[in-house]
């Protein structure tokens, strides 16, 4: 009775690894171009969502709204829209307190937001229009 052995020889999955570690390489760019490219589209879907729940709060409540991007302290709003984004009742922009707020939505980390008008914040009147 002859027996032979069956599996791989040192050589094959030497190869094998190699030829895995080469694939991995040449996905590894188009891997990380995919989630950069994730990571935007979700900052912009964020800023739709906070714009468009500032807007319809503006005009189901019938109170002006404000949407603005908040400093460390979310008590004061400033000019970097990278970090955690405000909805506020009403035109109040510094000093406010837990009652101002209506909703914080939170910095996507991995984003960096620009906007280049500098506008402090979006005011929304009671039929849903921004005024600046």
Same mark, same amino acid.
């Given at each position: 009775?002859?027996?032979? %052995?069956?599996?791989?020889? !040192?050589?094959?999955? *030497?190869?094998?690894?190699?030829?895995?570690? $080469?694939?991995?390489?040449?996905? #590894?760019?188009?891997?990380?171009?995919?989630?950069?490219?994730?990571?935007?589209? %979700?900052?912009?879907?964020? !800023?739709?969502?906070? *714009?468009?729940?500032?807007?319809?709060?503006? $005009?189901?409540?019938?109170?002006? #709204?404000?949407v603005?991007?908040?400093?460390?302290?979310?008590?004061?709003?400033?000019?970097a829209?990278?970090?955690?984004?405000?909805v506020?009742a009403?035109?109040?922009?510094?000093?406010?307190?837990?009652?101002?707020?209506v909703?914080?939505?939170?910095?996507?980390?991995?984003?960096?937001?620009?906007?280049?008008?500098?506008?402090?914040?979006?005011?929304?009147?009671?039929?849903?229009?921004?005024?600046?």
């Open positions: 009775m002859h027996h032979t %052995a069956r599996g791989l020889t !040192l050589m094959e999955l *030497l190869l094998v690894m190699l030829l895995m570690g $080469i694939m991995t390489g040449l996905a #590894m760019p188009s891997f990380l171009a995919f989630n950069e490219q994730n990571a935007r589209a %979700a900052a912009v879907n964020q !800023l739709q969502s906070t *714009l468009a729940f500032a807007r319809n709060t503006a $005009i189901t409540q019938r109170m002006e #709204m404000t603005c991007p908040a400093d460390a302290t979310q008590q004061n709003c400033t000019n829209w990278s970090g955690p984004i405000l506020v009403g035109d109040k922009k510094n000093n406010l307190d837990a009652e101002d707020i909703r914080v939505f939170p910095a996507i980390k991995s984003v960096d937001v620009t906007y280049n008008r500098n506008y402090r914040a979006f005011h929304f009147n009671t039929l849903g229009q921004i005024k600046n």
